[in-house]
């Protein structure tokens, strides 16, 4: 585990090239985690550290960037969905990684991601101390969407077979008129001033719904449409089910730098405080808007 005079030692410089390694070394590994997947949507004995099945491909792909992302100097620890407690590689920033988002999705073969958030500070980390925030999308095409805490945009990337990637957007924003939402979670399990907020989104014509059980794919959508994605609190699941450090605080980080905004239904995302590695938040992301709406409608319940 990288000690705290070691994670905090890195200066910004040296902070935003070992950024720039791990982002290599995740745009790398993507067409090789692709190439792998074929043959490894078999579910494997075992659950992961959040009670869920693995798949082959997730732990298939967790190995793949422990091995690349681990060998980077000034990378302290390791840690991803798959694995109980984070894995010590030296001393340095700490990279947290959900290696394969949306691995339900490989049997029918619909869109996946690799999520990656590097924090400046031991784990499990606050939401402020995150450095860079990426997501790969496995899709029709390969991309990977970035956002730097010394650079005020995002960025999206296309990957080629190569591993060799160049960007296709820069200073993405989302769309200010948002036009899709997708929640998910079953609808019995909503909270009820949840679903009432729901039906007041779905009721505007210019909305439509766009949910394909893969957080990465949804959220590109509203990134790419403007919108909001969710995974709500349930009355069965109180915290959702998406992880603090592996989900909400990366993508949070994304869509607040892209113009939109974040939250947990109450505050930023950037701003839940946990003391657990795998602790889970409900995730809301999208246009300002649309987040103040859903804050004022959950009001109520906090
Ligand atoms: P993992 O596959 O990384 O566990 O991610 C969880 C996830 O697949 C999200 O990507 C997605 O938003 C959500 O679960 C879908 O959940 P559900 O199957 O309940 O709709």
């Not at 490894?40 to 422990?66: F, M």
């Not at 405080?273 to 409900?282: M, Q, V, W, Y």
């Given at each position: 585990?990288?000690?705290?005079?070691?994670?905090?030692s890195?200066?910004?410089?040296?902070?935003q090239?070992?950024?720039n390694a791990?982002?290599?070394a995740?745009a790398?590994?993507?067409p090789?985690?692709?190439?792998g997947l074929?043959?490894r949507?078999?579910?494997?004995?075992?659950?992961n550290?959040?009670?869920e099945e693995?798949?082959a491909a997730?732990?298939y792909?967790?190995?793949l960037?422990l091995e690349r992302?681990?060998?980077i100097?000034n990378v302290?620890?390791y840690?991803?969905?798959?694995?109980?407690?984070?894995?010590d590689?030296?001393s340095?920033?700490?990279v947290?990684?959900?290696?394969?988002?949306g691995?339900?999705?490989l049997?029918p073969?619909?869109?996946?991601?690799?999520?990656?958030?590097?924090?400046?500070?031991?784990?499990p980390?606050?939401?402020r101390d995150?450095?860079?925030?990426?997501?790969?999308?496995y899709g029709?095409?390969?991309t990977?969407?970035?956002a730097?805490?010394?650079?005020?945009?995002?960025?999206?990337y296309?990957i080629?077979?190569s591993?060799?990637y160049q960007v296709v957007?820069?200073?993405?924003?989302?769309?200010e008129n948002?036009?899709?939402y997708?929640?998910?979670?079953?609808v019995?399990?909503?909270?009820?001033?949840?679903?009432?907020?729901?039906?007041?989104?779905?009721?505007?014509?210019?909305?439509?719904?766009?949910?394909?059980?893969?957080m990465?794919?949804?959220?590109n959508?509203?990134l790419t449409?403007?919108?909001?994605?969710?995974?709500p609190?349930?009355?069965?699941?109180?915290?959702?089910k998406l992880?603090?450090?592996f989900e909400?605080?990366p993508v949070?980080?994304?869509?607040?730098?892209?113009?939109?905004?974040s939250?947990?239904?109450?505050?930023?995302?950037?701003d839940?405080?946990?003391?657990?590695?795998?602790?889970?938040?409900?995730?809301?992301v999208?246009?300002?808007?649309?987040?103040?709406?859903?804050e004022?409608?959950?009001?109520d319940?906090?």
């Amino acid at each position: 585990m990288a000690t705290k005079e070691n994670s905090g030692s890195t200066d910004a410089e040296s902070t935003q090239k070992t950024v720039n390694a791990v982002l290599d070394a995740v745009a790398r590994t993507a067409p090789e985690v692709r190439r792998g997947l074929p043959g490894r949507r078999i579910a494997i004995e075992g659950k992961n550290p959040s009670g869920e099945e693995q798949k082959a491909a997730d732990v298939y792909t967790d190995e793949l960037l422990l091995e690349r992302i681990g060998s980077i100097s000034n990378v302290g620890v390791y840690a991803s969905e798959e694995r109980a407690s984070g894995v010590d590689v030296g001393s340095g920033l700490s990279v947290c990684v959900d290696p394969l988002d949306g691995s339900s999705n490989l049997e029918p073969n619909a869109a996946m991601g690799t999520i990656v958030a590097i924090y400046d500070d031991d784990l499990p980390a606050s939401g402020r101390d995150i450095v860079a925030a990426a997501y790969v999308l496995y899709g029709a095409t390969t991309t990977m969407i970035v956002a730097r805490s010394n650079k005020e945009t995002v960025t999206e990337y296309v990957i080629h077979e190569s591993g060799d990637y160049q960007v296709v957007r820069e200073e993405l924003t989302l769309p200010e008129n948002p036009s899709v939402y997708g929640f998910g979670g079953r609808v019995p399990h909503w909270v009820e001033e949840f679903e009432e907020y729901v039906s007041e989104v779905e009721s505007d014509p210019s909305m439509k719904l766009r949910y394909g059980g893969a957080m990465i794919g949804d959220v590109n959508q509203v990134l790419t449409y403007g919108g909001i994605f969710g995974y709500p609190t349930l009355t069965n699941a109180p915290e959702g089910k998406l992880r603090v450090q592996f989900e909400g605080y990366p993508v949070g980080y994304i869509l607040e730098k892209a113009g939109g905004a974040s939250s947990d239904g109450r505050k930023s995302l950037l701003d839940v405080e946990k003391d657990d590695l795998h602790a889970r938040t409900p995730v809301y992301v999208g246009n300002e808007g649309l987040i103040d709406d859903l804050e004022a409608a959950l009001a109520d319940r906090y």
